[in-house]
């Protein structure tokens, strides 16, 4: 089983920036694709961006140029960075990663842009 923890989310100003962090558990991390979704009021989840266990990342259209996403293997923690915020970014930020056949979801963090 993989507990993952999400951190790093909060409130800021359209054009402003936030660095989420989600911690996995386990002794397996730098073999997880690892990926962020958010789900905002009313809309279904959806990908932001992943990271495969080699380093490639892909981005959702909306997201590109703004977000990145990284990893730190030695602490189990994948970031990502948030810069030129828009209101339509508000949502709650889900850490996700499938291992062995198994989809495994952190309890989210919450991020609000406001005007």
């Known amino acids: 089983q993989v507990r993952l923890v999400e951190s790093g989310g909060g409130s800021v100003q359209v054009g402003g920036s936030l660095r989420l962090s989600c911690t996995a558990s386990?002794?397996?991390?730098?073999?997880?694709?690892m990926g962020w979704y958010r789900q905002a009021p009313g809309k279904q989840r959806e990908l932001v961006a992943n990271i495969t266990s080699g380093g490639s990342t892909n981005y959702a259209d909306s997201v590109k140029g703004r977000f990145t996403i990284s990893r730190d293997n030695a602490k189990n923690t994948v970031y990502l960075q948030m810069n030129s915020l828009e209101s339509v970014d508000t949502a709650v930020y889900y850490c996700?990663?499938?291992?062995?056949?198994?989809?495994?979801w952190g309890k989210g963090t919450l991020v609000t842009v406001s005007s």
């Open positions: 386990g002794n397996f991390f730098r073999l997880y694709a």
């Open positions: 996700n990663t499938n291992w062995r056949r198994m989809d495994y």
